[in-house]
């Protein structure tokens, strides 16, 4: 799967390109609106994610512009919170869908996944562990036959641990992948959300899941605990 990231940020666009790469995606980077429309031409990629403030031409330039050339990628539009411009106009202007600046890696992940399932490009894909299982194109997690709800948070820390199962994962990494790229709170935070799953996940079932590796993070068990 290959990716294009027309974004003007350096750090979100570093912060994209890794994320993605990461999780197996090639992934190009264009910095302006003419670069973005450029590569869109001379490859073949499967998602565009496009920020609507960029140098040169903005993001509904370069969508029309593709979409004029019938190039039918899907593409995600990234859009400023309180932004000058209205939401309808990134899908007025062929746009697949948006997010909203700041957004968590693990939600524009999810909406990369649902892009290219639309399309038919890729398999919906759910992550199990043991009888631990979740859906993220449902947002719904069981243990066996047991539905256990999950607050938004809640999933997506379990979703990455879920990712990077048998793995040891440090705060810093679950904070990266869970929380927006500006977030610079405390690391902390991810201690209480890893005891609100556990008790959830773990403490009515007797199992163990989610160890804690002295110094270093979590591990999920790839057994489920
Ligand atoms: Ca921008």
New binding site residues.
């Given amino acids: 799967m290959r990716v294009l990231v027309v974004?003007?940020?350096a750090k979100v666009a570093d912060a994209v390109r890794r994320g993605l790469e990461a999780e197996g995606f090639a992934v190009d980077v264009a910095p302006d609106g003419p670069e973005g429309v450029w590569l869109a031409g001379e490859h073949r990629y499967d998602v565009i994610v496009l920020?609507i403030?960029?140098p040169g031409m903005s993001g509904f330039r370069v969508c029309e512009e593709l979409r004029r050339a019938e190039n039918w990628t899907p593409i995600l539009m990234l859009t400023a919170k309180h932004g000058e411009y209205d939401l309808a106009e990134a899908l007025d202007s062929g746009a697949d869908d948006y997010l909203t600046k700041p957004f968590s890696f693990v939600v524009l992940l999810a909406r990369i996944r649902a892009l290219l399932r639309r399309s038919g490009r890729a398999a919906p894909i759910t992550h199990s562990a043991g009888d631990l299982r979740v859906d993220p194109a449902t947002h719904r997690c069981h243990r066996g036959d047991v539905e256990i709800t999950l607050t938004a948070r809640e999933f997506e820390v379990l979703e990455f641990l879920m990712r990077r199962v048998g793995e040891v994962v440090s705060k810093v990494e679950v904070l990266d992948n869970v929380w927006d790229f500006a977030f610079d709170g405390d690391p902390n935070i991810v201690e209480v959300y890893i005891r609100h799953l556990r008790k959830k996940l773990d403490e009515p079932f007797g199992r163990h899941a989610i160890e804690t590796v002295r110094g270093a993070g979590y591990r999920l068990d790839p057994g489920g605990g």
Avoid: H, V, W
């Fill in positions: 974004e003007d940020e920020d403030m960029l």
